[in-house]
């Protein structure tokens, strides 16, 4: 691991930030940014803070995340998220490390799984699941999972079952396991 020691760069931020605001930037050796694969046409970066320290990695692709876990043997499942006959969003979703990776295919943040959520989470992932599938409070609900073949409560299951079908909306699901 090579290390190096760097400035941060703080100024006043313009446009109409705050007054006060500031802008923080540190400049990266290019070999690194390279060696990372990020280039003109790929240059999407995430971000993590632990309250310690910052992480960057490359953002990767909903295939390359999918591929990279699949090389790890994780237990991984992909969901295309259709309004009528469109293909909105498919996310992958990684069942072992509880991580996923959402891909928009519109711009209307009404007809995409996580709104104007780029970076959805594991809970977000779940809250997306129980919307789209009959609430846990309703009544009768141990009748109608029992005419689902279902033994319990379980979002993903039901939306096999269902399509993550709704009576108030044209979208649903299609759930494909990956080993």
């Known amino acids: 691991m090579e290390k190096r020691l760097a400035k941060i760069n703080i100024s006043a931020a313009g446009g109409t930030a705050a007054k006060g605001a ?19 046409k790929q240059r999407d ?14 953002r990767l692709s ?10 790890l043997g994780h237990k991984l499942c ?14 992958y979703a990684d069942f072992t490390d509880e991580t996923l990776a959402a891909e928009n295919h519109v711009d209307d ?5 996580f ?7 594991w809970e977000d992932f779940q809250i997306f699941l129980q919307e789209r599938c009959i609430p846990r ?10 005419a689902l073949g279902l033994e319990g409560y379980d979002p993903l299951e039901i939306i096999q079952k269902t399509g993550g079908r709704m009576a108030e909306d044209n979208q649903w699901l299609e759930v494909k396991m990956i080993s």
């Open 137 to 146: 409070e309703r009544a009768g609900l141990r009748e109608y999972l029992e």
């Open 62 to 71: 909903c295939s390359e995340f999918a591929e990279q876990k699949r090389a």
């Open 115 to 121: 709104g104007n959520n780029p970076l959805p989470t």
């Open 22 to 40: 500031k802008t923080c930037k540190v400049t990266l050796p290019t070999a690194w940014v390279e060696a990372m694969g990020i280039n003109l």
């Open 78 to 91: 992909r969901l295309c998220f259709y309004d009528g006959d469109q293909l909105c969003t498919t996310i």
């Open 45 to 58: 970066v995430e971000l993590f803070f632990d309250g310690n320290q910052i992480v960057l990695t490359r």
């Open 109 to 113: 943040p009404v007809k995409t799984a």
